[in-house]
């Protein structure tokens, strides 16, 4: 079989690498340079933030890929030698005193059901865990199995291994349209240049809606612009992701730590604002105090691929045999892609699905 998958994010990266695995022969066609969009810009949080509060089409994915992530960690080792860095930092969730108990009722309750280990931690605790942390905080949830990795490195070493397993990575390579002939797409056209297949997987991240409108197909993706920061510390200093009325500080192994992250509804623009350094600094700062005096060393924004309720399209796409897309996984393509890229494939291969495909359809 001959695949083209469109858009080299991690989620086309994947799919790639899947389909390859499976015996396909694969090109994977990147319009800019390859895992340089949302897959560079977020944080790598290995799940969703406040996971409670979403469907439960999102956590099965979730938990599918948590489970997969240190072994893939592992192959990419292997076949590339770039560490990606997997992290069982844990996730610590606060919450202030009016807000607290109700939203810990939730959350005990969401854990106990996905058997996902969580304790809650009072304020001698939660000073003990994060010695660091504002003297405001008195109460914690901490969720010691979550994980982070390092999106760059993560690329990196997806790159390596899709070389090593022979798909061909072209970059500059804009897909302007779709080869069809009947009921059946054929390929897909970069301006003269025409690349055939016998399947074409959308992973085009935010950019995804725009590509299908050249076929009269509505997919309601749309891009949600949000920045981030990253200070340079001393390993160790905060310990785990920490997470604050919608903000949270990342730290990696070697001391930097990643601040996040706005939502802004601003198109296809990607520029980053003094007014969101200034908010991202503030509640950073405001956690761990000692950020203020440390370093920060870079300030970026990335185009998440916002969909409704956050659940990503992995289907086919009816009426055109051979077209399927995977995309817009919002503020959770990292921790949802294992699961997202082998139910694509399942559907491609009609293999059994791993999870139930009518969630992820396009008629949901
Ligand atoms: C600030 C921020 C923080 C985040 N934090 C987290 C987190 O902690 N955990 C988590 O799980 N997720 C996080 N996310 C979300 C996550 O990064 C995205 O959901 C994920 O990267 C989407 O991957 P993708 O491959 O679909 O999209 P992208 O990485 O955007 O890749 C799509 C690619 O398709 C290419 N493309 C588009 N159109 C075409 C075309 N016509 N032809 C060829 N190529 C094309 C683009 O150039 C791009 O390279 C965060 C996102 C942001 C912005």
Not at 22 to 44: K, N, P, Y
Not at 87 to 98: D, K, R
Not at 157 to 179: D, H, M, Q, Y
Not at 193 to 207: N, Q, T, Y
């Amino acid at each position: 079989m001959k695949a083209v998958v469109v858009g080299g994010g991690l989620l086309g990266m994947m799919t790639a690498r899947e389909l390859s695995k499976s015996g396909a022969t694969v090109t994977l066609l990147e319009q800019g340079q390859i895992g340089r969009e949302s897959s560079w810009a977020g944080g790598g949080i290995l799940s969703p933030l406040y996971p409670w509060d979403y469907a439960d089409s999102v956590n099965a994915l979730a938990k599918w890929s948590q489970q997969q992530y240190p072994q893939l960690a592992e192959e990419l080792i292997d076949e590339g030698g770039v560490d990606p860095q997997w992290t069982q930092s844990g996730l610590l969730v606060l919450a202030n005193q009016t807000t607290a108990d109700a939203m810990f009722a939730k959350a005990t309750n969401w854990a106990r059901d996905y058997g996902i280990a969580c304790e809650r931690l009072d304020e001698r605790m939660l000073h003990e865990q994060e010695p660091e942390l504002a003297e405001a905080h008195t109460q914690g949830l901490l969720f010691p199995e979550i994980a982070q990795i390092r999106n760059p490195r993560l690329i990196k070493s997806l790159r390596a291994s899709c070389l090593k397993r022979g798909i061909t990575l072209l970059e500059n390579s804009p897909v302007s349209g779709f080869l069809v002939s009947g009921k059946k797409v054929r390929g897909v056209s970069v301006g003269e240049d025409k690349h055939e297949a016998d399947v074409v997987v959308i992973c085009a991240g935010a950019w995804s809606a725009r590509l299908l409108t050249s076929m009269n197909i509505e997919v309601p993706i749309k891009p949600l612009r949000g920045q981030m920061l990253m200070y340079r510390t001393s390993p160790g200093q905060i310990k785990r992701i920490t997470l604050s009325e919608g903000h949270y500080v990342i730290p990696r192994r070697d001391g930097r730590v990643l601040a996040g992250s706005t939502q802004e509804d601003v198109g296809f623009d990607k520029s980053t604002t003094q007014e969101a350094l200034l908010e991202l600094r503030h509640t950073a700062e405001a956690l761990f105090p000692f950020l203020a005096e440390a370093e920060l060393e870079n300030h970026w924004s990335g185009l998440r691929p916002e969909s409704t309720a956050g659940i990503p399209y992995i289907c086919m796409i009816s009426g055109l045999e051979g077209l399927f897309l995977n995309a817009g996984h919002f503020r959770n393509g990292v921790v949802l892609a294992p699961a997202s890229v082998r139910l694509v494939t399942d559907l491609i291969l009609q293999r059994t699905p791993i999870l139930e495909p009518r969630d992820y359809g396009l008629e949901r």
